[in-house]
């Protein structure tokens, strides 16, 4: 019985129990055993050669016999410890705003101190692009671009988006979520965000388009081109608004 046994009264428990081999006993047994264990030399050592370190409750502890203590708000990353933030988890959104009209929605956002994403335009118009109220603005067209805008072609705004489409992916780098926004029937829009948005996607990018169709005075071959550039902007995006 555990009254008439040597062994302690939770050891006893610990023998009955059947999913307790004899190994796990014999070693739960040297535990409660009153003899004096040999004592273990590389402990002794790593003990003698570290100094002692002070743990939870005030208790001073050797850095063989302290746990590993991690602090609730670090998360293990690649072997280290960092500190987590909230924002270090957020997900980086870019605006990016093609065009003549693609630049005015993002001057409207600036405007609006609208927080937590990353702003970005692009035209071929140099003078327009003056106008931007971000920093982050690309001439599209690259060294043979004259930055004199594309005279409402698009496949000239096509060939220019084309032309920089690497300086483009280089700002989205590491990006997880890309707005596109930009006005249908001109030329840059039309032309060079369908190109822009397919770059953003073909990265593994969740891209969203949100774009604007031209009004019925402005005429009905400014339509077709806006129809037309739907058609293209339907397939380069994951969304389109």
Known sequence: SAVGSKLPLN?????????INKSDFRQASKCFSNEVQPPNE????????????????????TPYEQRELK???????????????????????VVIGVGGAGGNAV????????????????????QHLSTSLTENRL?????????????????????????SKESVLQFVDGAHMVFITAGMGGGTGTGGAPVIAEACKENGILTVAVVTKPF?????????LAE??????????????
């Open 139 to 163: 001439r599209l067209g690259g060294v043979e671009g004259e930055g004199l805008g594309c005279g409402a072609n698009p496949d000239a705004g096509r060939e220019a988006a084309l032309a």
């Open 107 to 126: 001057n409207n956002m600036v405007s609006s101190e609208l927080k937590g994403v990353d702003f970005f335009v692009c035209n071929t118009d140099a």
């Open 42 to 61: 590389e402990k002794l050592k790593l003990q003698k050669n570290s100094s002692t370190i002070r743990g939870p409750q005030s208790k001073l502890r």
């Open 71 to 93: 602090p609730k708000n670090f998360h293990h990353e690649q072997g280290k410890y960092l500190q987590g933030h909230l924002y270090e988890f957020a997900p980086r959104i």
């Open 11 to 19: 050891l006893f428990y610990l023998k009955s129990a059947r999913y």
């Open 216 to 224: 019925r005075f402005e005429g009905a071959h400014r339509m077709r």
């Open 228 to 241: 037309e550039g739907l058609v293209y902007m339907r397939q380069a995006t994951d969304t389109l608004i």
